[in-house]
T-cell receptor, first 114, second 114 residues
Framework: AQKITQTQPGMFVQEKEAVTLDCTYD???????LFWYKQPSSGEMIFLIY??????QNATEGRYSLNFQKARKSANLVISASQLGDSAMYFC???????????FGRGTSLIVHP | DSGVTQTPKHLITATGQRVTLRCSPR?????VYWYQQSLDQGLQFLIQ???????AKGNILERFSAQQFPDLHSELNLSSLELGDSALYFC?????????????FGQGTRLTVV
């Protein structure tokens, strides 16, 4: 079964600085995808970025990028130029099983200080 | 806007009661997932439907049931409610021809059982 581990319960960063949120995963699948979601205090789950296991380049979406290291089974999210609105919970997820059910980690709480 | 619509946003009900949560997936998405998010359990997968049929079950209690209708909207029925059922319930959708596996979430229904 797929498993996601997010070891940082909480992270703090100064506004305008970059921050890396860690995610390691375990899967027996050869082909898979990894996703990151953001959950602000309002509660909604916002899809941020996707990385396919066979993608040759690390995924980027605006200020979000993935530091994907397949051999280490890690897919860390890098947020550049942090903004106050980035304060939220961040979840890493991997599809499980033939039905691609997203399996989530416990999340990392990010607080951006002015 | 994820394109996934959940109603109602908030629900307060008494123990022993029954409630129905509604979800309209993104246009063209065939898979609907239901998740429960509580502080101590994180994001727990409950059940998945694909094109009207139950595809996978997770940690769903027998008091809970779901269905997906021909127009692909889905309902999650929670009965004999207990205080511990208070949580944020998410619907997500994904899938469909030519689409990637990432799931898009609705804004959630915050259920409070008193």
């Amino acid at each position: 079964a797929q498993k996601i581990t997010q070891t940082q319960p909480g992270m703090f960063v100064q506004e305008k600085e970059a921050v890396t949120l860690d995610c390691t995963y375990d899967t027996s699948d050869q082909s898979y995808g990894l996703f990151w979601y953001k959950q602000p205090s309002s509660g909604e789950m916002i899809f941020l970025i996707y990385q396919g296991s066979y993608d040759e380049q690390n995924a980027t979406e605006g200020r979000y990028s993935l530091n994907f290291q397949k051999a280490r089974k890690s897919a860390n999210l890098v947020i550049s130029a942090s903004q106050l609105g980035d304060s939220a919970m961040y979840f890493c997820a991997i599809p499980s099983g033939g039905s691609y059910i997203p399996t989530f980690g416990r999340g990392t709480s990010l607080i951006v200080h002015p | 806007d994820s394109g996934v619509t959940q109603t109602p946003k908030h629900l307060i009900t008494a123990t022993g009661q029954r409630v129905t949560l509604r979800c309209s997936p993104r246009s063209g998405d065939l898979s609907v997932y239901w998740y429960q998010q509580s502080l101590d359990q994180g994001l727990q997968f409950l059940i998945q439907y694909y094109n009207g049929e139950e595809r996978a079950k997770g940690n769903i209690l027998e008091r809970f049931s779901a269905q997906q209708f021909p127009d692909l909207h889905s309902e999650l029925n929670l009965s004999s409610l207990e205080l511990g059922d208070s949580a944020l319930y998410f619907c997500a959708s994904s899938g469909g021809p030519g689409r990637r596996a990432e799931a898009f979430f609705g804004q959630g229904t915050r259920l409070t059982v008193v």
